[in-house]
């Protein structure tokens, strides 16, 4: 079996990037990658593809190699580059799955579990009342989501964006508003707060410690992302479980972070982070050090089924990702989109491959760039 063609789109309203690649002997392999400017294109690039185009799709792992070679001048390990790589890291497995007649998690070791829960993130309340926050929470607990996140962001009027401060008013605004939220829910729902990176240690380290008898399942990037050092130093000083870790690449990305132990739970996201047998390499790197793994997803159905199969396989997961409850486009785009997430969690199915069904019509109504993924 041999490739003979990478094809991408780019949809709308929801910029995701799905990707296939396609065989002499008529298998089709799906991926999606992690939106962002360009990443469609670079999937199609012949810089990209020449390391492709003739070989056999089931050498994954040095195919994967190939295209950070042949990509290094670009960035390989990081950026847009590896949200391409990645995106089509994950129609490779779905290729060899299919040819094999076997699912992704059992290529990646087996099972640790048959369904992978998921946490949903509900944004916010629809005002910034702690009354409303608690309200939506108990609205998607009764769903059957057994852990929800937050984002918890301070106002640009009310903020220096340059400084990553916080007053004290909004501090007392923001604990009120967890207190609520954790209160209102039952006390084995988890809550996780999501700061996105916007505070300097000395403001989010009042926010953590006054969330420590809150029982959170963690604050998640609570100071911006690139200083290792500086995440360590605030993990350290709170009893608030620490989650970061959507902005790295590669298991590379994650080796200094994980062996100070800077973080107490990691998020990699594995639609730009390397892909699937990546995402198992970061999970066992994280294992060593008895670390938990929450994956960043904000992907499609096709993004987020495949990460499941690497929750499935890993020993040390904790909850995925998911951000579009009651999306009729992220439910569409796949046959199997109206059960693939029942009472909180992906059930794992044995279907080889990816194992889903691209529902072509869908996917050519949403269309905002199609560049050779429905049509040759």
């Given at each position: 079996?041999?490739?003979?063609?990478?094809?991408?789109?780019?949809?709308?309203?929801?910029?995701?990037?799905?990707?296939?690649?396609?065989?002499?002997?008529?298998?089709?392999?799906?991926?999606?990658?992690?939106?962002?400017?360009?990443?469609?294109?670079?999937?199609?690039?012949?810089?990209?593809?020449?390391?492709?185009?003739?070989?056999?799709?089931?050498?994954?792992?040095?195919?994967?190699?190939?295209?950070?070679?042949?990509?290094?001048?670009?960035?390989?390990?990081?950026?847009?580059?590896?949200?391409?790589?990645?995106?089509?890291?994950?129609?490779?497995?779905?290729?060899?799955?299919?040819?094999?007649?076997?699912?992704?998690?059992?290529?990646?070791?087996?099972?640790?579990?048959?369904?992978?829960?998921?946490?949903?993130?509900?944004?916010?309340?629809?005002?910034?009342?702690?009354?409303?926050?608690?309200?939506?929470?108990?609205?998607?607990?009764?769903?059957?989501?057994?852990?929800?996140?937050?984002?918890?962001?301070?106002?640009?009027?009310?903020?220096?964006?340059?400084?990553?401060?916080?007053?004290?008013?909004?501090?007392?605004?923001?604990?009120?508003?967890?207190?609520?939220?954790?209160?209102?829910?039952?006390?084995?729902?988890?809550?996780?707060?999501?700061?996105?990176w916007r505070y300097a240690p000395v403001d989010v380290l009042k926010i953590a410690r006054a969330f420590?008898?809150?029982?959170?399942?963690?604050?998640?990037?609570?100071?911006?992302?690139?200083?290792?050092?500086?995440?360590?130093?605030?993990?350290?000083?709170?009893?608030?479980?620490?989650?970061?870790?959507?902005?790295?690449?590669?298991?590379?990305?994650?080796?200094?972070?994980?062996?100070?132990?800077?973080?107490?739970?990691?998020?990699?996201?594995?639609?730009?982070?390397?892909?699937?047998?990546?995402?198992?390499?970061?999970?066992?790197?994280?294992?060593?050090?008895?670390?938990?793994?929450?994956?960043?997803?904000?992907?499609?159905?096709?993004?987020?089924?495949?990460?499941?199969?690497?929750?499935?396989?890993?020993?040390?997961?904790?909850?995925l990702e998911f951000h579009h409850l009651d999306n009729e486009i992220w439910t569409g785009l796949v046959?199997?989109?109206?059960?693939?997430?029942?009472?909180?969690?992906?059930?794992?199915?044995?279907?080889?491959?990816?194992?889903?069904?691209?529902?072509?019509?869908?996917?050519?109504?949403?269309?905002?760039?199609?560049?050779?993924?429905?049509?040759?």
């Amino acid at each position: 079996m041999k490739i003979t063609h990478i094809g991408a789109v780019v949809l709308q309203p929801f910029p995701w990037v799905l990707v296939r690649v396609f065989t002499d002997e008529g298998l089709v392999g799906l991926g999606e990658a992690y939106h962002g400017a360009g990443v469609h294109q670079i999937a199609v690039d012949e810089r990209l593809t020449r390391a492709l185009i003739g070989q056999d799709p089931r050498n994954v792992d040095r195919l994967f190699h190939d295209m950070q070679r042949v990509m290094s001048a670009s960035g390989f390990f990081q950026g847009a580059v590896m949200s391409a790589i990645s995106g089509i890291e994950m129609a490779l497995w779905d290729l060899t799955g299919q040819s094999l007649g076997t699912p992704i998690w059992q290529l990646l070791g087996g099972q640790f579990r048959n369904r992978v829960r998921v946490y949903n993130d509900c944004h916010a309340g629809e005002d910034e009342t702690p009354a409303a926050y608690a309200r939506r929470a108990c609205e998607v607990e009764a769903r059957g989501f057994s852990a929800i996140k937050f984002d918890i962001d301070p106002l640009p009027t009310r903020r220096d964006a340059y400084n990553r401060g916080i007053r004290n008013s909004d501090i007392a605004h923001y604990v009120d508003v967890v207190t609520a939220v954790r209160e209102a829910l039952n006390p084995d729902t988890d809550l996780a707060i999501d700061a996105h990176w916007r505070y300097a240690p000395v403001d989010v380290l009042k926010i953590a410690r006054a969330f420590e008898d809150l029982d959170l399942l963690w604050l998640e990037d609570p100071i911006p992302p690139e200083n290792n050092e500086a995440m360590r130093h605030l993990t350290a000083q709170t009893r608030t479980p620490i989650c970061t870790g959507e902005n790295l690449y590669t298991r590379y990305g994650f080796r200094e972070l994980v062996e100070n132990q800077g973080a107490d739970i990691l998020s990699p996201d594995l639609a730009k982070a390397g892909g699937l047998l990546e995402g198992r390499r970061i999970a066992d790197l994280a294992n060593l050090y008895y670390i938990p793994i929450a994956p960043h997803n904000i992907c499609g159905p096709v993004g987020t089924y495949a990460a499941a199969q690497v929750c499935a396989a890993i020993p040390n997961f904790l909850a995925l990702e998911f951000h579009h409850l009651d999306n009729e486009i992220w439910t569409g785009l796949v046959e199997e989109g109206d059960t693939l997430i029942h009472a909180g969690h992906i059930p794992i199915g044995d279907r080889p491959g990816l194992g889903l069904t691209l529902i072509e019509d869908s996917v050519r109504a949403c269309a905002r760039e199609d560049l050779g993924f429905l049509q040759i």
